[in-house]
Nanobody
Framework: VQLQASGGGLVQPGGSLRLSCVTS????????IGWFRQAPGKEREGVSC?????????YYAESVKGRFTISRDYAKKTVYLQMDSLKPEDTAVYFC????????????????WGQGTLVTVSS
């Protein structure tokens, strides 16, 4: 099982980034995928998640609602996180994770994790 997160980098406040989570080794269609982030000195928090093909749900943390958009490409077994209007407080390492079927906001409920990609929002 692999989840490969990429797309992080340095961006100015108000800018945009698109993170990708390329997966392999499990049945992508039947797994929900979540994005989490961890800033220095802070606990990990759930950012957004998208359900499996069995459902049609998405979740966004209040802090990113209206700015971030999660989507998935079943053919490419990839989940994207489009991040717009970025703020310095969005600076963190972003991780993607997978769990069967339904979305969950707690990281402990996810079975598989990727390695993380660093997003830095600074002028």
């Amino acid at each position: 099982v692999q989840l490969q997160a990429s797309g992080g980098g340095l961006v100015q406040p108000g800018g945009s980034l698109r993170l990708s989570c390329v997966t392999s080794g499990f049945d992508f269609d039947y797994y929900a995928i979540g994005w989490f982030r961890q800033a220095p000195g802070k606990e990990r928090e759930g950012v957004s998640c998208i359900s499996s093909r069995m459902d049609d749900n998405t979740y966004y943390a209040e802090s990113v609602k209206g700015r971030f958009t999660i989507s998935r490409d079943y053919a490419k077994k990839t989940v994207y996180l489009q991040m717009d209007s970025l703020k310095p407080e969005d600076t963190a390492v972003y991780f993607c994770a997978a769990r069967p079927y339904a979305i969950a906001t707690e990281g402990a409920m996810y079975n598989y994790w990727g390695q993380g990609t660093l997003v830095t929002v600074s002028s």
